[in-house]
């Protein structure tokens, strides 16, 4: 007997691990399961799209490969930005469980190849002001777009908003409120998704910066004190706030922390350190084959 009745459409629940942020190159997995029932599932697995007056499940190219029902990344990369979705199916004829809940999955890098520039430049902000959001890439293409990911609404448009307007790849929000709080990012116009920045509205907020903080900087946080985080390093990167013993706590700002260029310099000047000493003695043992093979050449029969 099924352990499902045909009235009761089964339910596909979709996870994430370890988390929903991530630095380029951290792994990550997602997990799609089948409430109630874990056996004979074959999964697939998709990404939101949106448009001005729509949203597109496109499936992954790579979907087959994680059909057991373990979609892993073993090296997150910036185009792995997205809102993801997936669906189960047994049977002859299959059937097919509804479509998950939306899990997004935020990677951060170094250099991507277009960014997100916030004005006015930082990540929190108070309700009733504009706020302009343009992704600018090195060839100064119009081609982007602008979209976000909100708790309450999902994926949207930025030119969908009633409050907000999108000219060329730059979208003007004319006056925020709460519920503007989310995830805002940049879109090719096929599809590929770059740079996200958490972006909050609150009427009590923490001024952070936008873009990654370098090692070894200062981090300056601002509410109505500073907060002042000296040579940053890799495990200061995570979210703050701020809190209040009568107004509660603030939004959370997730801070992200780059490797510096002086120790991938430092990296590099060990191994040609390290090259400089094992390189004569490959060089001379080169010169005694080639030689020997020579000789060996020049003999008579």
Same mark, same amino acid.
């Given at each position: 007997m099924s352990d499902f009745s045909i009235s009761d459409r089964a339910q596909a629940v979709l996870s994430v691990s370890p988390q929903k942020w991530l630095t380029e190159g951290d792994p990550v997995t997602l997990i799609c399961e089948v409430y109630g029932s874990s056996t004979g599932w074959t999964f697939s697995w998709y990404t939101l799209t949106a448009s001005s007056d729509n949203i597109y499940f496109q499936l992954l190219s790579d979907s087959s490969r994680g059909a057991g029902g373990n979609y892993t990344v073993s090296s997150a990369a910036l185009k792995h930005t997205?809102?993801?979705?997936? *669906?189960?199916? *047994?049977?002859?004829?299959?059937?097919?469980?509804? /479509?998950?809940? %939306?899990?997004?999955?935020?990677?951060?890098?170094?250099?991507?190849?277009?960014? +997100?520039?916030?004005?006015?430049?930082? %990540?929190?902000? /108070?309700?009733?002001?504009? +706020?302009? +959001?343009?992704?600018?890439?090195?060839?100064?293409?119009? *081609?982007?777009?602008?979209? *976000?990911?909100?708790?309450? +609404?999902?994926l949207e448009d930025c030119s969908s908003l009633r409050r907000a307007s999108q000219t060329g790849s730059t979208c003007t929000i004319n006056s925020t409120i709460t519920s503007d709080t989310g995830v805002y990012w940049c879109q090719s116009e096929s599809g590929e998704n770059y740079h996200p920045v958490n972006i909050t509205v609150h009427f009590e907020s923490v001024y952070s910066p936008v873009h990654p903080v370098t090692e070894g900087d200062n981090l300056t946080l601002r509410k109505n004190t500073e907060m002042i985080i000296s040579t940053v390093s890799k495990s200061h990167e995570g979210f703050y706030y701020c809190k209040h013993s009568e107004r509660g706590e603030s939004p959370k700002s997730w801070i992200s922390v780059r490797v510096s260029h002086s120790e991938s310099q430092i990296s590099v000047l060990h191994t040609l350190s390290s090259l400089s000493v094992v390189c004569p003695y490959l060089l001379v043992t080169v010169m005694l084959i080639f030689k020997c093979c020579r000789m060996r050449g020049e003999t008579p029969d």
């Open positions: 997205g809102v993801y979705v997936c *669906r189960a199916e *047994r049977g002859e004829p299959a059937y097919k469980t509804t /479509f998950s809940n %939306t899990q997004p999955v935020w990677v951060t890098g170094v250099s991507p190849r277009v960014s +997100l520039i916030i004005s006015p430049s930082r %990540t929190q902000h /108070f309700p009733s002001v504009p +706020l302009s +959001l343009s992704c600018e890439d090195q060839s100064n293409s119009d *081609r982007w777009r602008v979209r *976000r990911y909100t708790d309450s +609404l999902g």
